[in-house]
């Protein structure tokens, strides 16, 4: 402790010295920016100094500064961020793919948690562990009523050290101790690739971390050499949240030309503003494509996404992107830690920058708003579409995303999806492929009785409004004035829960195959057995199956 204070002595005087060395060299310029910035940092420093000194109370120095550092950082965007010394392998992750850990995904149901997800060759893997799995104990530690965030940190750590886990099989209550030994985990970039119906190739790309740009072009080289005849290909990026800018420009690679203009980056460091082109030639660059975003494609895959467009490559189908046309760099402080800071804007080929919301420009109250459609402006693609910014990438072809019913998202909260699949597992030595999976009506009877005398009550949406109203009414006091007609609404809006299990059963089925599927083939099959039942994938697929509708979309004919 002592050395801490010594610590904090040295910093403060240090901080000290070099703002009265700036107030000295700006001194002179009361207008200057600098001289107000070491100006206010003076008053900081002798601001706590002082407060630290007098205050009745201790106050712990890195927990009330970091309030400060926080409360700076809250008139920035929520991508510019103070990265401490226990949170660099978070950082590293999100670059790299990487992790020391046991390869597997942990849910809390309860007093206890479970194993959800095994990764192929991890060390869960190797030791046989199996999704449903019941951790009991890590090192002789109880692991009942232990929050899942600490239950994960526990199962990280430094590749080569092991953990003595207890297990307990869900169907059996059997326990069994098993030495688990980290290794490096990387997760792959693109998590499945594979053909869809009438020969379209699908890649599926879930991070752009490092060497995932040649992971896809691997992946699409594969598929040409299994199917030379290959009629299109399919990039999903929906739910990619981004990544390395550098391996944005390495996947549109892949199938645009050599020397052509992806992305540009323009900020207030005019020297670090770049141009960034393509430098090899593409895995293939006329075969029809379809990429696919959602509301969480941001950041990379929307530097595919648009460079894609406005290149006229090929078509974008789905949703709207998130809209993040912010580029963030590490800055190194002291004591290991790192600054990961907003500095510039990216722009598409066109022109445009699709950052959505604007942080440069806060309400009184501190709150940001989205670009207003009225103050997007508009720029055109290669042929003449006309493309517009600061709004995400919009989908050439818009497909309505598809929302779980109230009592689907109830059976998966409360895990009776995921517990039914752990009992048929336990109960089936084999099933059919993935993809042409299906549970008979009599199986699917066995999970409605599985449900009986299980709660898994909920609110509609309608109710919720309701409930919302009464409360306003009568906070106005114009409840009793209508409280009769309230009650008749209540009564219609009632829903019968076993009604509307019957009235959702293909999505529930749906949801239940998947889950089944994930316990024999893993994290592929899920994928494998979804894309059968995928609007945005079956869009597309007849979409690139139609040359003449694939043709005039990426015309100027097709204006948005």
Same mark, same amino acid.
């Given at each position: 402790?002592?050395?801490?204070?010594?610590?904090?002595?040295?910093?403060?005087?240090?901080?000290?010295?070099?703002?009265?060395?700036?107030?000295?060299?700006?001194?002179?310029?009361?207008?200057?920016?600098?001289?107000?910035?070491?100006?206010?940092?003076?008053?900081?420093?002798?601001?706590?100094?002082?407060?630290?000194?007098?205050?009745?109370?201790?106050?712990?120095?890195?927990?009330?500064?970091?309030?400060?550092?926080?409360?700076?950082?809250?008139?920035?965007?929520?991508?510019?961020?103070?990265?401490?010394?226990? =949170?660099?392998?978070?950082?590293?992750?999100?670059?790299?793919?990487?992790?020391?850990?046991?390869?597997?995904?942990?849910?809390?149901?309860?007093?206890?948690?479970?194993?959800?997800?095994?990764?192929?060759?991890?060390?869960?893997?190797?030791?046989?562990?199996?999704?449903?799995?019941?951790?009991?104990?890590?090192?002789?530690?109880?692991?009942?009523?232990?929050?899942?965030?600490?239950?994960?940190?526990?199962?990280?750590?430094?590749?080569?050290?092991?953990?003595?886990?207890?297990?307990?099989?869900?169907?059996?209550?059997?326990?069994?101790?098993?030495?688990?030994?980290?290794?490096?985990? =990387?997760?792959?970039?693109?998590?499945?690739?594979?053909?869809?119906?009438?020969?379209?190739?699908?890649?599926?790309?879930?991070?752009?971390?490092?060497?995932?740009?040649?992971?896809?072009?691997?992946?699409?080289?594969?598929?040409?050499?299994?199917? #030379?005849?290959?009629?299109?290909?399919?990039?999903?990026?929906?739910?990619?949240?981004?990544?390395?800018?550098?391996?944005?420009?390495?996947?549109?690679?892949?199938?645009?030309?050599?020397?052509?203009?992806?992305?540009?980056? +323009?900020?207030?460091?005019?020297?670090?503003?770049?141009?960034?082109?393509?430098?090899?030639?593409?895995?293939?660059?006329?075969? #029809?494509?379809?990429?696919?975003?959602?509301?969480?494609?941001?950041?990379?895959?929307?530097?595919?996404?648009?460079?894609?467009?406005?290149?006229?490559?090929?078509?974008?189908?789905?949703?709207?992107?998130?809209?993040?046309?912010?580029?963030?760099?590490?800055?190194?402080?002291?004591?290991?830690?790192?600054?990961?800071?907003?500095?510039?804007?990216?722009?598409?080929?066109?022109?445009?920058?699709?950052?959505?919301?604007?942080?440069?420009?806060?309400?009184?109250?501190?709150?940001?708003?989205?670009?207003?459609?009225?103050?997007?402006?508009?720029?055109?693609?290669?042929?003449?579409?006309?493309?517009?910014?600061?709004?995400?990438?919009?989908?050439?072809?818009?497909?309505?995303?598809?929302?779980?019913?109230?009592?689907?998202?109830?059976?998966? +909260?409360?895990?009776?999806?995921?517990?039914?699949?752990?009992?048929?597992?336990?109960?089936?030595?084999?099933?059919?492929?993935?993809?042409?999976?299906?549970?008979?009506?009599?199986?699917?009877?066995?999970?409605?009785?599985?449900?009986?005398?299980?709660?898994?009550?909920?609110?509609?949406?309608?109710?919720?409004?309701?409930?919302?109203?009464?409360?306003?009414?009568?906070?106005?006091?114009?409840?009793?004035?209508?409280?009769?007609?309230?009650?008749?609404?209540?009564?219609?809006?009632?829903?019968?829960?076993?009604?509307?299990?019957?009235?959702?059963?293909?999505?529930?089925?749906?949801?239940?195959?998947?889950?089944?599927?994930?316990?024999?083939?893993?994290?592929?099959?899920?994928?494998?057995?979804?894309?059968?039942?995928?609007?945005?994938?079956?869009?597309?697929?007849?979409?690139?199956?139609?040359?003449?509708?694939?043709?005039?979309?990426?015309?100027?004919?097709?204006?948005?």
């Amino acid at each position: 402790m002592g050395n801490f204070f010594t610590r904090k002595k040295k910093i403060i005087g240090g901080l000290l010295a070099l703002l009265i060395t700036a107030t000295g060299i700006f001194a002179f310029d009361e207008n200057n920016k600098y001289f107000l910035i070491a100006k206010n940092l003076d008053l900081f420093a002798a601001f706590y100094h002082e407060l630290d000194t007098y205050y009745v109370d201790d106050l712990p120095p890195e927990k009330t500064i970091r309030k400060g550092m926080e409360s700076i950082l809250d008139d920035t965007d929520p991508y510019t961020d103070f990265i401490a010394e226990d =949170n660099l392998d978070e950082l590293k992750y999100m670059a790299t793919g990487k992790y020391g850990g046991v390869g597997a995904s942990i849910g809390t149901n309860g007093e206890w948690t479970n194993i959800t997800d095994v990764y192929p060759g991890s060390p869960m893997d190797k030791a046989n562990v199996k999704p449903g799995d019941i951790l009991e104990s890590m090192d002789g530690r109880s692991l009942k009523n232990i929050p899942q965030d600490s239950i994960s940190k526990m199962l990280k750590g430094t590749p080569g050290t092991a953990i003595d886990i207890v297990f307990r099989n869900p169907v059996t209550n059997a326990v069994a101790t098993k030495k688990i030994v980290r290794q490096e985990i =990387n997760v792959k970039a693109v998590s499945y690739s594979g053909f869809v119906k009438n020969d379209i190739g699908y890649i599926k790309m879930t991070q752009f971390t490092e060497n995932s740009g040649n992971m896809v072009r691997k992946a699409f080289e594969q598929l040409k050499q299994q199917n #030379p005849s290959m009629k299109g290909v399919i990039l999903d990026l929906r739910g990619n949240p981004g990544g390395l800018l550098d391996e944005a420009v390495i996947v549109a690679n892949t199938f645009v030309d050599k020397n052509k203009l992806i992305v540009s980056t +323009r900020g207030k460091v005019k020297n670090w503003d770049r141009s960034y082109e393509t430098t090899g030639n593409p895995a293939d660059s006329h075969i #029809p494509l379809a990429v696919l975003t959602n509301h969480s494609s941001a950041s990379a895959s929307e530097i595919v996404a648009g460079s894609i467009q406005d290149l006229d490559r090929g078509i974008i189908v789905g949703q709207r992107s998130y809209g993040k046309g912010l580029v963030q760099t590490t800055r190194p402080l002291p004591y290991n830690t790192k600054l990961k800071v907003t500095t510039a804007k990216y722009y598409t080929p066109s022109g445009r920058c699709i950052q959505a919301i604007d942080y440069s420009h806060r309400n009184d109250d501190g709150s940001v708003d989205f670009v207003a459609d009225s103050l997007r402006k508009t720029f055109k693609t290669a042929s003449g579409r006309v493309v517009k910014d600061g709004g995400g990438i919009e989908p050439d072809a818009k497909v309505e995303p598809a929302y779980l019913s109230q009592v689907a998202v109830s059976l998966i +909260r409360k895990q009776y999806i995921f517990d039914y699949a752990t009992q048929y597992y336990y109960h089936h030595a084999k099933i059919a492929s993935a993809a042409t999976f299906s549970l008979t009506d009599q199986e699917f009877n066995d999970f409605e009785h599985f449900l009986d005398n299980k709660d898994y009550s909920y609110k509609t949406r309608s109710e919720d409004a309701l409930e919302s109203f009464k409360t306003t009414a009568r906070k106005e006091k114009y409840y009793d004035a209508v409280s009769k007609d309230l009650e008749v609404l209540e009564q219609k809006l009632k829903h019968d829960k076993k009604q509307d299990f019957l009235k959702n059963k293909d999505e529930i089925k749906r949801l239940l195959e998947e889950e089944i599927v994930n316990r024999y083939y893993m994290q592929e099959g899920r994928i494998a057995k979804g894309l059968t039942n995928d609007n945005e994938v079956n869009k597309a697929i007849s979409l690139l199956l139609n040359q003449a509708s694939y043709k005039k979309m990426l015309s100027t004919s097709a204006l948005n």
